[in-house]
């Protein structure tokens, strides 16, 4: 079946611009999460979506990210005032979300994000 | 300094050897640990899983944890150019459903 999908592949915008970046997850899959991939810093977790529960918001660096996720499926991350340190690849992953050993999460191709 | 240690490499070996990877941790929490594979401009992908300390074997690929060290490896045997990728280590205390805490990659270049 399809897998996590992401859009845009590529966004270049201007700093102080906002940016919207969408994630597909995996047909059933109830729990979405985001992470970042910098150079230098690795791949780091932002946030995390499981059914109708609060957000784990732990990891979004200030209060210009933001993510919602409607309808239990599509999600969107949201940068503000974009920054050239947000530059990077976001990641979305999904999972079954079962609280059992082995939850695989599984990643989509990411969108590279280039603030000037 | 960071929760998970992974050194960057690059690492290059010839086509057929044995690729070693490693990552070193600081969270004793840590239960549950993951090599992922991402290959250039791609997501990760899952190769191996594993529950606290022991071996699994899967095909090529064998992931090795000591909890007691707090160290885990992955070896390739017979590696192949197709294996030319980034592989990162992953962890986390829960089994399911939260973040993953991740190594910062090693780059693996197998040579034809």
């Known amino acids: 079946g399809a897998g996590v999908s992401q859009s845009p592949s590529n966004k270049v915008t201007e700093k102080g611009k906002d940016v919207e970046l969408r994630c597909d997850p995996i047909s059933g899959h109830t729990a979405l999460y985001w992470y970042r991939q910098s150079l230098g810093q690795g791949l780091e977790f932002l946030i995390y979506f499981q059914g109708n529960s609060a957000p784990d918001k732990s990891g979004l660096p200030s209060d210009r990210f933001s993510a919602e996720r409607t309808g239990g499926s599509v999600s969107t991350l949201t940068i503000q005032r974009t920054q050239q340190e947000d530059s990077a690849v976001y990641l979305c992953?999904?999972?079954?979300?079962?609280?059992?050993?082995?939850?695989?999460?599984?990643f989509g191709p990411g969108t590279r994000l280039t603030v000037l | 300094q960071k929760e998970v240690e992974q050194d960057p490499g690059p690492l290059s070996v010839p086509e057929g050897a044995i690729v070693s990877l490693n990552c070193t941790y600081s969270n004793s929490a840590f239960q549950y640990f993951m090599w992922y594979r991402q290959y250039s401009r791609k997501g990760p992908e899952l190769l191996m899983y594993?529950?606290?300390?022991g071996n699994k074997e899967d095909g090529r690929f064998t992931a090795q944890v000591d909890k007691s060290s707090k160290y885990i490896s992955l070896f390739i045997r017979d590696s192949q150019p197709s294996d030319s990728a980034t592989y990162l280590c992953a962890m986390s205390a829960v089994p399911a459903g939260n973040k993953l805490t991740f190594g910062g990659g090693t780059r693996v270049l197998v040579k034809p």
């Open positions: 594993t529950y606290s300390s």
């Open positions: 992953a999904s999972s079954l979300g079962f609280l059992g050993s082995g939850d695989t999460q599984y």
